[in-house]
């Protein structure tokens, strides 16, 4: 067979790469929209109800390494297929900088995968440059995207209560779940220290929104994927129904190559290559939205070099791949002796916490400008690989039911019985803040190496600075106050300068952004407001490419409800005759 | 249909009847498959075709020799024996989750195989015979100098290392097999409605829940009523 590019002679009117949150919403406003679309997905079809793809109520023991981390970085009940190295596709890294990118190449991408943190971004987020100064706003303002969080919140379902507070919007809130043990414990702990504990805002149906999919039956696995689709993930909340309007041909193990434009400069398809026949196809579409990940779709714009657009496609402000951020992380853990030989009872609840510590402290009285949410865990789980290690350190320094302390470590009836008394008096905490989006990091091709499909890669540079390094030390110091509080005792060594204070790697978070940003000036931003590149009217970027900032939430929720504005915009130009 | 029942039939709606026998938390239904788990089969887990093949891959081959197997046995019996409320190590297939775990993580392969062999030196040197040749009170002998590592002495500290990693993946094979989740009283797992923390536990710790949470969060019996809001 000749090497060549196969071409049909269809023509979409939308052809989407990607189907996590931003791709998947596209999918479902233009399918409603009645518009023909071509859905590009690199990896499989997945659905958490397929019995063959399915790990929802699977136990430990039905994995030989009893879900141990090796094959799923998340474990190996964790929905999430890639990780942060797949396979025959690189990624490098410059002036010895740290970047960890972790990529999902299956239907829904990372959604599958997600603790389903669905907060929506505060006013203060989208002019944050204006209060403080520092990185720059964003060209809408929060009271231009609530009628968009309102309508995710109602089509998907989130859990909370309205608080009232300054920065952190209220919604359209299901009821949440009643607290766990360990998170009343915490909330009297952290209330005690002035530090605000209120019920976590989660997408999972503690109360169903349609007939489509059912509530919550709390087994706390929706990082597993949920097989009666009680929590938010793209591909069973928004792209199976968008399938069901018959517009919408999904293209799995599509691994988009480079975005194709014709000498008027206008975005005319996609070119891919099939990952199953290993074969070259274009797809033609009227309008093209790139939803591949920030990253991902900032490598498919530099790879689409042109006579017109040498620099790669709508890159004349050579912004594309800049700005990268994502956020920032550090946690702690603890032993709380008062839980030892708890009662037992099945705590699971819903995946993730039902309580949440959002960001309540003023940073013009602090030494770091930004602020970070708390989240944290614990309580009577699910034992998988790693139950039981380190017990050498934790049985030695608590008196035994005889009121005795033993020899650390041992062996025998003795040791088993000391599993069961410390089974579930665990907690973790973990900061997710908020750093600064900066020229300097950046993601760019690497001259030098393509993966297996020929695909040049990205190459990641990226630095913390004092801001995001005196934030970690302060999530350290309030994990520490809050740990006290209880009663608890901190596990390992306090995390200090000499790590960043525990600041995780860049990337490590999963929330990074920015790569395509949006703004007024095509000079310094890719996207306008309306997430459509300036310098090619028919080509749109959903992803979290088009954050100016990534404030101290979780991106999802914004990359919905930006979603749906701008299929919106893209149907009201379609009419107008406009693209 | 009783409200258990509908709430089972509510959860697993849509699925197939292969998938539900195979995933509800029905012991009675699940004897045969349950036991081979157990000893580190691989019925579906949901693996991509990747993963089945490396699965395939890693139990191709043991890692352990027999003498090697035979050793692990005994110290897993010894680490975490049979009891009032539970099985043994063996008899909930700690051995033969060793002998994968170590091809799933080839980091682990070194300290187990020379760890082994660091035993069976020790014995030699004491009783002139192999670790699992030497009586019950022989080996015990050696075990009580490596398994206490703040007392053990500086020279065992090779044996006190490779006991504590053995402790490790005794205890994680143990409590992440049937018989061990039993053991623990993990009790989830399986489809319900969380309505809280029982009474007689938040009264143990002096917690209750405030007027304001209780008005807030959900009132079960509306746990499949359609939301809405205007």
């Known amino acids: ?579 | 249909m009783d409200r258990r029942k509908s709430l089972k039939a509510l959860a697993l709606g849509t699925l197939s009847v292969s998938a539900l026998l195979s995933t509800t938390g029905c012991d009675d239904k699940k004897t045969d498959a349950a036991k081979d788990s157990d000893k580190a089969s691989t019925p579906g887990y949901g693996r991509t075709d990747d993963e089945k093949l490396r699965d395939k891959q890693l139990n191709a081959e043991p890692y352990f020799t027999d003498p090697e197997m035979k050793t692990i046995a005994v110290l897993a019996d010894i680490i975490i024996p049979a009891d009032e409320h539970s099985g043994s190590a063996t008899e909930a297939g700690v051995p033969e989750f060793i002998g994968f775990i170590v091809k799933d993580k080839p980091e682990l392969q070194l300290p187990m195989r020379g760890g082994l062999r660091w035993l069976d030196v020790q014995s030699a040197k004491r009783v002139n015979k192999s670790f699992t040749e030497s009586t019950p009170e022989e080996r015990l002998a050696i075990v009580d100098d490596i398994a206490y590592p703040e007392k053990a002495k500086p020279e065992m500290s090779q044996g006190v290392a490779f006991f504590n990693l053995m402790r490790n993946l005794t205890a994680t094979g143990f409590f992440t097999s049937k018989i061990g989740i039993k053991d623990l009283g993990y009790v989830g797992n399986t489809p319900n409605e969380w309505n809280g923390v029982p009474d007689d536990v938040l009264k143990q710790y002096g917690l209750a829940y405030d007027e304001k949470t209780l008005a807030e969060c959900l009132k079960i019996e509306d746990r499949t009523k359609i939301m809405t809001w205007d």
Request: net charge positive.
């Open chain 1, 1 to 579: 067979m000749a090497f060549e590019i196969k071409k049909t002679g269809k023509v979409y009117d939308v052809c989407i790469v990607g189907s996590g949150a931003g791709g998947g919403m596209a999918a479902k406003i233009l399918s409603d929209a009645g518009l023909k679309i071509a859905l590009l997905e690199a990896g499989p079809k997945y659905d958490p109800a397929d019995p063959d793809q399915m790990t929802q109520l699977k136990w430990p023991y039905e994995s030989p390494r009893r879900g141990a981390s090796t094959t799923r970085p998340f474990g190996d009940f964790d929905a999430a297929y890639g990780g942060w190295e797949i396979n025959g596709e690189p990624y490098t890294k410059k002036n010895g900088t740290e970047f960890d990118w972790f990529r999902s190449r299956m239907l829904g991408g990372r959604t599958n995968h997600w603790g389903r943190i669905s907060l929506r971004f505060g006013p203060r987020d989208f002019k944050h440059r204006s209060y403080d100064g520092l990185g720059d706003d964003w060209p809408i303002s929060y009271e231009e995207v609530a009628p968009y969080y309102d309508r995710v919140d109602k089509m998907i379902g989130v859990f909370g209560t309205k608080e009232n507070l300054p920065n952190e919007p209220d919604g359209y809130f299901l009821p949440p779940p009643k607290p766990r043990l360990h998170e009343l414990m915490i909330k009297k702990a952290a209330g005690n220290l002035g530090i605000p504990v209120i019920p976590a805002r989660l997408s999972i149906l503690t109360r169903p929104v349609n007939k489509e999919r059912s509530p919550c039956f709390y087994c706390s696995q929706c990082n597993r994927g949920c097989s009666v689709y009680g929590d938010f993930s793209s591909s069973s909340v928004l792209v199976k129904p968008a399938m069901k309007s018959g517009h919408v041909d999904l293209y799995t193990n599509a691994m988009a190559r480079e975005v194709l434009t014709d000498s008027s400069g206008k975005a005319t398809g996609v070119l891919y290559v099939d990952k199953t026949d290993l074969q070259e196809y274009s797809v033609n579409a009227k309008v093209i939205i790139l939803a591949a990940s920030a990253c991902e779709s900032a490598r498919l714009l530099l790879n689409s070099k042109s006579a017109k657009f040498p620099n790669g496609l709508a890159n004349g402000s050579g912004v594309v791949g800049k700005y990268l951020h994502d956020s920032t992380g550090a946690s702690r853990s603890a032993f709380l002796p008062q839980l030892m030989d708890r009662k037992r009872y099945n705590e699971d609840g819903t995946g993730g916490m039902h309580l949440y510590i959002p960001w309540w402290g003023d940073n013009k009285k602090l030494d770091f400008p930004r602020g970070y949410h708390v989240e944290f865990g614990g309580g009577m789980h699910m034992p998988g690989y790693g139950f039981g290690f380190g017990m050498e350190r934790m049985n030695g320094k608590y008196p035994g039911k005889d009121g005795a302390t033993k020899a650390a470590g041992g062996y025998g009836a003795g040791l088993k019985d000391d599993y069961r008394r410390f089974f579930g008096a665990q907690v973790g905490f973990a900061g997710r803040g908020e750093c600064i989006a900066r020229e300097e990091n950046y993601c760019e091709i690497d001259p030098n190496v393509v993966d297996k499909w020929g695909i040049p890669v990205l190459r990641f540079n990226y630095t913390w600075t004092d801001h995001e390094i005196k934030q970690a030390k302060h999530m350290q110091d309030t994990f520490e106050q809050i740990i006290h509080e209880m009663g608890g005792v901190a596990n390992g060594t306090k995390p200090g300068a000499d790590t960043m204070y525990g600041l995780e790697n860049p990337g490590r978070i999963i929330h990074e952004v920015g790569t395509t940003r949006m703004g007024d000036d095509p000079r310094k931003s890719v996207l306008n407001k309306f997430n459509q590149a300036h310098e090619c009217k028919n080509l749109f970027v959903v992803d979290g490419g088009s954050f100016v900032s990534q404030a101290d939430k979780n991106p999802t929720w914004t990359i919905l409800a930006l979603s749906i504005r701008a299929s919106e915009y893209v149907v009201d130009q379609l009419k107008k005759q406009n693209i």
